[in-house]
């Protein structure tokens, strides 16, 4: 198959890139990855070798493409087929060095295809990586212009927008300092302030909002929520799994290089963390099977975490619950050593960024023998919402305030997915509560009262 690249992000697609996309394109259709393959090479020297040839044998006519691996290389992308359709807003998601900010590259013309094509009739943006479009030996001023005309806008589209760029980047004293004296995250506030307003019909973000601090990173998603403009598109790559849920209509998984999954963000996230949960059981599983114990982070020898489970009402062990069901924690423990005030200490985190969002602590009053001991934990409604969660646990002596034993990967379990708990784009957060609920004013109907919604059991 040949490579064909009909985006350039600086002009007007050529008319029979236009007629390649068919008419249905002409109002609907962004951007077309067809059967899009990518190898790389992970040899520096190889790869410029390679590289060399391949500019060599092309300047003399030949046409160089292969769909064999020479030696070092590996498909970074392999037949990766999707379509976008103007408006929405894609995330992509996959482990490091699954190909995602390979496929942005392509998208954005920055590397060349080797198999498939990619097509759009829209002007594309990209901001791929820090500090790329500028010059760090002039202002934060003249590089909003050079870096605006990368994007395909003019000299007076620039000045049009400039306060725009300027207020929103929130720059004024140091926009005409020289960028060598900007820091990483000036550089991401100049960076997406420039692409947002640029008018891009495409927009490629890729994790670049991570160096930015709190304030900005909120200012920016609220951009991005509200959608940048009309019939924009936006492509973004991030590990934040919650933010791009509540970005993101759609979502495309990459793994090893290709598309596995393609499909409503919700859905696509939750397969994500279960597998990704599964893998961290296999190898926690894998660590009791060689050495007998899970991981501490803390261990001076008295207790020894052997293993840990979970459990419902009838006593069934499982990996995934339901929202507001029975859940029994079991943690097999050894001691080598009396102690004389257990201190337990339990909590849970979420996976994604291991935030810890509920705790329990409990201490036995008398001392404890060596020996071998099961501690159980009973939640007897589970409150946390769809997900994939971590215990943790940790053991002190309260009589003499040491800490004994700290393990925060005991288990990995999946609360199972309840897409009617709440309407599509609402914010759920990780806990729901129970409360009561009342509204008062001048013009209510009589008779008129909240009503359960999503609760399990009606409850």
């Known amino acids: 198959m040949t490579a064909t690249h009909t985006i350039n992000p600086c002009k007007p697609l050529p008319i029979d890139a236009k007629e390649s996309l ?38 003399l006519g030949f046409d160089c493409k292969t769909t064999e691996l020479r030696k070092s290389e590996f498909w970074a992308l392999k037949d990766i087929h999707f379509d976008v359709r103007r408006g929405e807003m894609i995330g992509i998601i996959g482990d490091n060095g699954s190909g995602k900010s390979t496929l942005l590259r392509l998208i954005a013309d920055i590397l060349p295809l ?12 990209a901001m791929i990586s820090l500090g790329v479009g500028f010059h760090p030996q002039l202002t934060g001023r003249q590089n909003v212009f050079i870096n605006g005309a ?10 049009a927008r400039l306060d725009d760029i300027i207020s929103f980047a929130d720059l004024h004293e140091f926009l005409d300092a020289p960028l060598y004296s900007y820091s990483q995250g000036m550089l991401a506030r100049l960076g997406f302030s420039i692409a947002v307003n640029a008018g891009v019909e495409v927009l490629l973000i890729d994790e670049v909002l991570a160096v930015g601090d709190v304030g900005f990173r909120n200012k920016c998603l609220q951009r991005l929520q509200q959608k940048l403009q009309p019939a924009q598109t936006l492509l973004f790559v991030s590990h934040d799994l919650n933010l791009l849920s509540a970005i993101c209509d759609r979502t495309l998984w990459l793994e090893k290089g290709r ?13 994500y963390l279960r597998e990704t949960g599964r893998r961290v059981v296999q190898r926690a599983g894998h660590d009791l099977a060689t050495q007998g114990l899970v991981p501490h982070e803390i261990c001076d020898g008295r207790v020894f975490f052997k293993t840990a489970s979970a459990a419902t009402r009838q006593g069934e062990v499982l990996n995934q619950f339901d929202y507001g069901s ?32 509920l705790f329990s602590r409990s201490v036995l009053e008398n001392e404890l023998p060596p020996g071998h001991y099961t501690i159980h934990f009973t939640i007897p409604q589970l409150p946390v919402q769809p997900g994939t969660y971590l215990l943790g646990c940790g053991m002190g002596d309260l009589a003499t305030g040491e800490k004994i034993a700290v393990s925060n990967d005991l288990l990995v379990f999946d609360v199972a997915p309840l897409p009617e708990l709440a309407p599509k784009g609402v914010g759920l957060g990780y806990i729901r509560v129970k409360g009561e609920w009342a509204i008062t004013g001048e013009n209510i109907p009589p008779h008129v009262s909240f009503q359960p919604f999503g609760e399990v059991g009606g409850a």
């Open 150 to 159: 990368i994007l395909g806008m003019s000299h007076d589209d620039i000045r």
């Open 259 to 271: 598309l596995l999954q393609d499909g409503s963000s919700d859905e696509v996230v939750s397969a």
């Open 114 to 125: 080797d198999e498939g094509e990619i097509v759009s009739p829209c002007r594309i943006g």
């Open 22 to 59: 068919g008419s249905s394109a002409a109002g609907d259709l962004a951007l077309s990855v067809r059967h899009v393959s990518k190898k790389l090479c992970s040899h520096t020297r190889r790869r410029m070798r390679y590289g060399f040839r391949d500019l060599a044998w092309s300047v």
């Open 326 to 357: 029975e859940i029994t924690f079991r943690i097999a423990i050894e001691t080598t050593a009396p102690i004389k005030q257990l201190l337990i200490s339990l909590w849970l985190s979420a996976f994604v960024f291991r935030d810890r969002i």
